[in-house]
């Protein structure tokens, strides 16, 4: 079977022993996203601090219902951009979502990716990326929410 | 008649069971090899059916001899092309007991659908002969909350366009219809009642002739959700008591791109018509027109005559198979697969669990796998299934679930099929450790 190739170990752990699940505040936004082929869903915050006048991710907690593709994809999304400046997540994120549009073609960069680079498989099977992306995506949306907020002017340069 | 019977009795008659084996010689599609060169088992014909040869054949030859634009020109092609398309209406209509000016060709059931819910729209600005169909504040639309999206949100439309109020029956814990407050919900302010003919969830048949009666003494149009039904058993338009049927032939072995809105001839005589065009028009001048009788006033633009061509081969096939030696089969392969994945510890079947008032549809949760997961398991060893809400999303929160791996059957599965089915889910529960 070629379940395993898409089914990594590390995304059997991700899915049963979750990290950073639940919703905590602080946070500066949350947003909700919903894949509507399945329904699945996730609520999902960001929290940012300030580091030398560069914003960090300094939390991400979110609540999930879904498969196990997108629940240790958000999981490992957290391992992957908390403590991150939001630029150097900003880039994960790139680097994530070009894999999964790689048709299974892309050569994934473990340095970038770290865990994420478990996900390759997804991208084998067009009708699982949505699931891999849902928390990713929730995760930029949110943070660029709290941008929003932080800065009202940022919109305008984005 | 038991479920799991090897022939049905019709009239008296004893038939003969449906020889699977001769059917499936007929759909090219069920011999190819898919991942890991597992043959293919087919479990999705919810979603849409196979193809036999036939169809493929009528089409092609369609294509091959005759095509041109129907009800238009005057050359030979175009001629054969008319008659081609006008044949297809006569037989359509002989499948389910209809007259053919009653029968009126959209892209989908979905559009067939939408075409009431539109005509119902635009009669608020149509001539007096369109007065039934108007509505606004204070009148009620009645739906279920069983109906797939295509019966759902097109009412909810039609409600946020005129003012009206859109009212549902719910459905029990078994995923019936509960119509324990059916007296309160069809009352005189209800114009409309729109119902699923058989649910693409659960498989359950609400009693539509009833629901049809109730509504009727009220002054209710009621229109009929088909999609799940005519492929899957005889349906005759004057025994079912409705005003409108929808259907699509890509459900019932026929080609995608095509779908019957069936309705009573004085009823579509009256209604305005939803998308306009050529075709469609009697007279057209610059300050405005005059349309067609049905069907044509309902067939905006070049008609899909190959597609309709196709759909006739379709009721051809199904009823050289016989409608009710196909409903007895598939009795049986759902009898078979309420049985066998019921039995499964850990797995709960949605809906009714026995095969009385019940299709082939056959949705499932699996304790601590997603369905999605379940769904990624039997694609591997070649099982073609559906997961997520099947576009019944209502319905799903209705009965606790967020999602559901669904299998439907039809004429070319068979009972290993159910049983490979069987054997797939408890391999994905062994595969996430949920076993």
Redesign the interface.
């Known amino acids: 079977?070629?379940?395993e190739s898409?089914?990594q170990e590390i995304i059997?752990d991700h899915y049963?022993h979750p990290h950073r699940k639940g919703l905590r505040e602080p946070f500066d936004a949350e947003v909700h996203h919903v894949n509507p082929?399945?329904?699945?869903e996730v609520t999902l915050r960001v929290a940012l601090k300030d580091a030398a006048g560069e914003p960090v991710v300094a939390d991400v907690s979110y609540d999930a219902?879904?498969?196990?593709?997108s629940q240790a994809s958000t999981s490992v999304l957290t391992d992957m951009v908390v403590g991150k400046t939001v630029a150097e997540a900003m880039d994960v994120s790139a680097e994530f979502l070009a894999l999964m549009q790689s048709r299974g073609e892309g050569e994934p960069d473990e340095d970038v990716l770290g865990d994420a680079v478990a996900f390759e498989g997804v991208a084998k099977?067009p009708a699982?990326i949505k699931?891999a992306l849902l928390g990713w995506m929730a995760w930029k949306d949110a943070t660029a929410r709290a941008l929003a907020e932080a800065d009202p002017g940022a919109k305008d340069n984005s | 008649m038991t479920a799991a019977s090897e022939t049905v009795r019709l009239g008296g008659a004893p038939l003969s069971p449906l020889d699977t084996e001769a059917v499936r010689a007929d759909f090219p599609i069920l011999g190819r090899a898919v991942?890991?060169g597992h043959p293919l088992i087919y479990l999705d014909s919810g979603a849409t059916s196979q193809k036999p040869r036939q169809v493929l054949d009528a089409e092609r030859d369609f294509y091959t001899v005759h095509n041109a634009a129907a009800h238009r020109g005057n050359h030979l092609l175009a001629e054969e092309t008319t008659d081609a398309y006008e044949g297809s209406r006569v037989r359509v209509a002989e499948f389910i007991g209809a007259d053919p000016g009653e029968i009126i060709f959209t892209k989908s059931a979905t559009e067939a659908l939408n075409l009431v819910a539109y005509a119902m729209s635009n009669a608020a600005t149509a001539g007096p002969e369109a007065e039934r169909f108007r509505v606004g504040p204070g009148d009620e639309i009645l739906v279920t909350e069983m109906e797939h999206h295509a019966n759902l949100v097109p009412w909810q439309q039609l409600c946020l366009r005129t003012g009206a109020t859109l009212r549902w029956f719910g459905v029990t814990p078994e995923g019936r219809l509960d119509l324990s407050n059916a007296d309160e919900l069809i009352n005189d302010r209800t114009k409309l009642v729109a119902v699923t003919h058989q649910s693409n969830v659960t498989g359950a048949v609400p009693p539509v002739a009833d629901i049809a009666r109730l509504a009727h003494a009220r002054g209710a149009l009621v229109v009929v959700d088909g999609a799940q039904s005519v492929p899957h058993r005889s349906v005759d338009v004057a025994a079912l008591g409705a005003d409108f049927l929808a259907f699509s032939a890509h459900k019932m072995l026929g080609p995608s791109g095509i779908g019957v809105l069936w309705g009573r001839r004085e009823l579509l005589e009256a209604m305005p018509p939803y998308v306009t065009g050529g075709s469609m028009i009697e007279v057209v001048r610059m300050e405005g027109s005059t349309f067609l009788p049905p069907p044509e006033r309902f067939e905006a633009g070049v008609p899909p005559a190959a597609q309709a061509v196709g759909l006739a081969a379709a009721c051809d096939y199904l009823d050289g198979i016989g409608m009710a030696r196909l409903h007895a089969h598939e009795e049986a392969l759902t009898a078979h697969g309420l049985e066998a994945v019921a039995a499964i510890p850990g797995v709960r079947v949605l809906g009714p669990l026995t095969t009385e008032n019940r299709g082939g549809a056959l949705s499932f949760v699996v304790d601590g796998v997603?369905?999605?997961?379940v769904g990624?398991?039997l694609d591997?060893l070649g099982i073609a299934v559906r997961?997520?809400?099947h576009c019944a999303?209502p319905l799903?929160r209705a009965l606790g679930v967020?999602?559901t791996t669904r299998a439907t059957f039809y004429l070319y599965n068979t009972h290993d099929e159910v049983d490979a089915l069987a054997d797939g889910i408890r391999q994905a529960q062994k595969?996430?450790?949920a076993a």
């Open positions: 079977m070629q379940l898409l089914y059997l049963r082929t399945c329904g699945d219902l879904g498969c196990s593709i099977y699982r699931c | 991942r890991g997603h369905p999605h997961d990624q398991v591997e997961t997520g809400h999303w799903h967020q999602a595969f996430f450790g």
